[in-house]
């Protein structure tokens, strides 16, 4: 089984944001609501579970597309944004929690 190289970043880079994404998004969602610890922790989680819940199947559903079409260079082609676009929501993931660990957001 070959993959093309796009729609392997593309398959690769989507399960990385459906993972690191969802507690990223959850912490910017509950950092702005509130500033009691013991509850933006709770939340974090919560929301964090919630997300990984919606990410993970669509995740699924578009790399199974993405498998079954894995030999076409139509869709090579068509998928190079995709992929750059999680490479940079990844990249835009990373520095978030660099960040957030010193306290700079």
């Known amino acids: ?5 796009n729609i392997s970043k593309t398959i690769f880079y989507s399960f990385l944001f459906a993972l690191g994404g969802a507690p990223t998004l959850a912490m910017l969602i509950a950092s702005q ?3 009691n610890q013991q509850l933006l922790m ?6 964090s579970v919630v997300l990984v819940c919606v990410f993970v199947p669509i995740v699924l559903i578009q790399n199974t597309f993405l498998l079954i079409k894995r030999r076409s260079i ?8 995709l992929s750059t676009t999680y490479f940079l929501l990844n ?3 990373l520095l978030f929690w660099i ?3 010193f306290k700079i957001i």
């Open 99 to 101: 960040l957030f660990m």
């Open 33 to 35: 609501q509130t500033q």
């Open 42 to 47: 709770s939340a974090f989680i919560g929301l």
């Open 1 to 5: 089984m070959q993959l093309q190289p």
């Open 74 to 81: 139509e869709l090579e082609e068509k998928i190079k944004p």
């Open 91 to 93: 990249v835009s993931c």
